[in-house]
């Protein structure tokens, strides 16, 4: 099973940005996704951006695809999420996981089963 350990996390105000790492113990030729997600206060868990380490294709929720951006450095086995013009609705901690070998591409959490802890992001305004 992938190790996965995110940092980046931090506060900033409104408009800025912040770009967190997710370093993972291997990336296999098996075909799964690995994604970021978020879960904010009284919410559920919800699907921010992913990315195939094998084909480099990438995915990210529509409503956030102007600002989040995913990438991958497959030499140091690390994924980025660059987020630009950060709001205070974007207030969350952030995980990052894998899917299940066979899953390519997903923004639903129950397709990722290897999670890390998770980074706190937090927006002023």
């Known amino acids: 099973e992938v190790q996965l350990v995110e940092s980046g996390g931090g506060l900033v105000q409104a408009g800025g940005s912040l770009k967190l790492s997710c370093a993972a113990s291997?990336?296999?030729?098996?075909?799964?996704?690995i994604g970021w997600l978020r879960q904010a206060p009284n919410q559920e868990r919800e699907g921010v951006a992913c990315?195939?380490?094998?084909?480099?294709?990438?995915y990210v929720k529509p409503s956030l695809d102007e600002r989040f951006t995913i990438s991958i450095d497959n030499a140091k086995n690390t994924v980025y999420l660059q987020m630009n013009s950060l709001k205070p609705d974007d207030t969350a901690v952030y995980f990052c996981?894998?899917?299940?070998?066979?899953?390519?591409?997903?923004?639903?959490?129950?397709?990722?089963?290897?999670w890390g802890q998770g980074t706190q992001v937090t927006v002023s305004s």
């Open positions: 996981a894998a899917a299940r070998r066979g899953v390519s591409i997903s923004l639903l959490p129950g397709d990722f089963t290897s």
């Open positions: 291997e990336f296999t030729r098996d075909d799964y996704a």
């Open positions: 990315i195939n380490p094998t084909n480099g294709v990438t």
